[in-house]
């Protein structure tokens, strides 16, 4: 196919950034769609890339926003999901959808491509009920539209292969409810952004929808055991029949990195069986698919080369930060409290560089790792994200990265600036910095307290602090 002009919404999502290097390396010109600007990853492609690049500001949520996007497209993929990001997703879905195709009837744009969910249950959960939802708005707009129905999706990053690998790892024992034994069709996400290429500008693909699925049909309980067994782990899964969805919501809130609200949709959806019906998109676009232990082995292959390009844990969890989150990197001085710290060192700067850049996750916070937990155990037991979130990359950082409880603002490694925000449940904002000169690191944690609360609380930490923040920054010019 000659070049295109793409509409690519989602872009900074999971499946937006696998999918955005193939499309470039097909020689397309890509529009992308972003809430905000700044979290989109100019680093991660060349000049060359670059130039078939244009970075558009807009929100579905605002029509408005909307009204200076190009008009001549040629195909858009419409990849945007509030599952994770919102209690009220299923509306915001559905606005979404109704404003994008309003914007879509005034474009040139062929074909609408979207990636939904197996809906083959006659009784849907409120989850997959939505995505069915949207793609009759979707089916809407004068341009064709393609779906492509997906099962669980499998790959470093996807929220589905986290929760695996957080209950395996985590649980030598599970008590199990009953819908581990409801079937699935697992795939990976190379065959998705296979799928997702292959359909573009195919006229057997217009105005039809797609099962897409893996070879193989599990239980959720053969897929823990797969993955324990990839890993050379022994497990036991002891189901019960009564576990009702809010307890098995908070049983994988508690246990797993995933956020409440996600937990819930999850649970909701686990009860439908999402298998393929039919398996014509295999004619149209041939693809190997991998198994789902492949799947895994590849994922867990990206994760030990630090090679994760993104991760659902990056979406913006609610009740936390609002998507325009990179308004807090100016952080203020005024009605605050602070914590400076400062440290000289001998050794290069790059070393104290790449030791800040490696925090928390699996390496933690340098002291006092046990109390960092602690409040993280605190943090999930009033709802809050806590720390199981862990971070996309063990040694790489972005601006929009989940960081255990924290959301990194601003990553400028060239100059040694990092600046977090915290996600934590608190009475009040919470920033944590790092930056640079030659020979010395500067560390500052800033609380802005909300009210009495928030002045008490911090009063009622500061003890901690006194021994935290000292520890932390000499051991990160130390390790």
């Known amino acids: 196919m000659k070049p295109q002009t793409i509409l690519l919404t989602g872009s900074t999502g999971y499946i937006g950034r696998r999918l955005l290097p193939v499309l470039l390396e097909q020689g397309h010109q890509i529009v992308c769609l972003v809430r905000d600007k700044r979290r989109f990853d100019y680093e991660d492609f060349t000049e060359e890339q670059l130039n078939r690049i244009s970075v558009h500001e807009a929100d579905l949520t605002n029509p408005a926003s909307l009204e200076s996007l190009p008009r001549e497209i040629d195909f858009a993929y419409y990849l945007v999901h509030s599952m994770s990001t919102s209690e009220n997703f299923a509306a915001m879905e559905r606005e979404s959808a109704e404003n994008f195709v309003n914007y879509i009837n005034s474009t ?8 939904g969910g197996i809906v083959n249950d006659p009784s849907l959960s409120i989850h997959l009920s939505s995505r069915k939802n949207v793609e009759d708005i979707l089916a809407q707009a004068t341009a064709a539209l393609t779906v492509l129905r997906a099962a669980i999706i499998i790959g470093s990053g996807s929220a589905s292969f986290e929760i695996i690998r957080d209950l395996v790892e985590k649980l030598p024992v599970m008590i199990a409810p009953k819908w581990l034994k409801s079937r699935c069709q697992p795939i990976g996400i190379r065959n998705v952004v296979e799928y997702l290429v292959g359909v573009m500008g195919k006229d ?4 039809q929808h797609f099962d897409i699925g893996g070879p193989d049909i599990l239980s959720y ?4 055991m797969g993955y324990a067994r990839i890993r050379g782990l022994k497990r036991l899964i002891i189901p019960v029949p009564v576990l009702s969805p809010r307890l098995s919501s908070h049983w994988l809130f508690f246990v797993t990195s995933t956020s409440f609200t996600l937990a819930k949709s999850l649970v909701s959806s686990m009860k439908n069986e999402v298998i ?23 994922a867990l292959d990206r994760i030990q080369q630090r090679l994760v390009i993104s991760s ?17 990197v100016e952080v203020p001085t005024h009605g605050c409290f602070q914590d400076k710290r400062s440290v000289t060192f001998s050794r290069p700067k790059e070393e104290i560089i790449e030791n800040i850049w490696c925090i928390g996750g699996d390496r933690g916070w340098y002291y006092g790792n046990w109390m960092w937990r602690f409040r993280g155990i605190l943090d999930k037991m009033v709802g809050g994200v806590g720390l199981r979130r862990g971070r996309r990359s063990e040694n790489d950082l972005k601006a929009g990265d989940a960081l255990d409880f924290w959301r990194v603002l601003l990553a400028d490694k060239k100059s040694g600036r990092l ?5 934590m449940k608190l009475p009040g904002d919470a920033w944590l910095e790092f930056r640079m000169t030659d020979k010395t690191l500067f560390q500052t944690a800033t609380f802005r307290p909300l009210g009495l609360w928030g002045r008490i609380y911090w009063y009622t930490i500061l003890p901690f602090h006194g021994f935290i923040f000292p520890g932390m920054i000499r051991n990160i010019v130390r390790f």
């Open 419 to 423: 600046l977090l925000y915290a996600e």
């Open 108 to 115: 040139t744009t062929r074909q609408i491509i979207y990636l």
């Open 312 to 328: 659902w844990k990056d979406a913006i969890q609610p009740n936390t930060i609002n998507q325009h989150f990179l308004n807090y």
């Open 204 to 207: 057997e693909t217009f105005n």
């Open 221 to 224: 309980r053969n897929m823990l």
């Open 276 to 298: 393929c019906r039919d398996k014509r998109i295999q004619e149209i676009v041939p693809i190997r698919l991998l198994s789902y232990e492949e799947t895994l082995r590849i």
